[in-house]
């Protein structure tokens, strides 16, 4: 019984052409279907579509964005959406929430972004294509007091 015929050598030959057959049909739906599984990344604001709305009821009055790891909070600073190309918007770091990135014009400000040390502001969150609206330090609003006739 020793001497047996197992056909290794042929078994060996199958499973490689099971193998390298798999391997080229994937090979070639990945070349059909490129779309699929290509994407890109850019350091920029290029392609962001998670727009900011709101975080809070009003978020220049309560300090809603934070950064990760980092109790204070930054106020909304504008009513008004600014324009910047989002070509020259550099991504510095995601909310605390995960949900938007934010972002700073190009060149950067001096300093090292890669530590712990806050970004310099102000900083700026995407709210459409090349609109963003500005946070940082609370800016000071006059008390609303209602007109009264003319």
Do not use: C
Not at 56 to 73: A, H, I, S
Request: hydrophobic share 35%.
């Amino acid at each position: 019984m020793a001497n047996e015929i197992r056909d290794t050598p042929g078994r060996l030959l199958l499973g490689w052409a099971l193998l390298f057959t798999s391997l080229v049909i994937l090979s070639w739906r990945i070349h059909l279907h490129r779309a699929d599984y290509d994407w890109t990344e850019y350091p920029t604001a290029l392609g962001d579509s998670q727009y900011y709305t709101t975080f809070g009821k009003d978020d220049r009055y309560e300090p809603n964005l934070r950064f990760p790891g980092q109790e204070e909070g930054l106020f909304l600073r504008g009513e008004k959406a600014v324009t910047f190309d989002d070509a020259t918007m550099l991504k510095r770091a995601r909310d605390s929430t995960g949900r938007h990135f934010i972002y700073q014009p190009a060149p950067p400000a001096p300093g090292k972004t890669g530590d712990k040390t806050p970004l310099p502001l102000p900083v700026y969150l995407k709210i459409g294509e090349n609109l963003y609206v500005e946070f940082g330090a609370r800016k000071f609003y006059p008390p609303f007091v209602p007109k009264t006739g003319p």
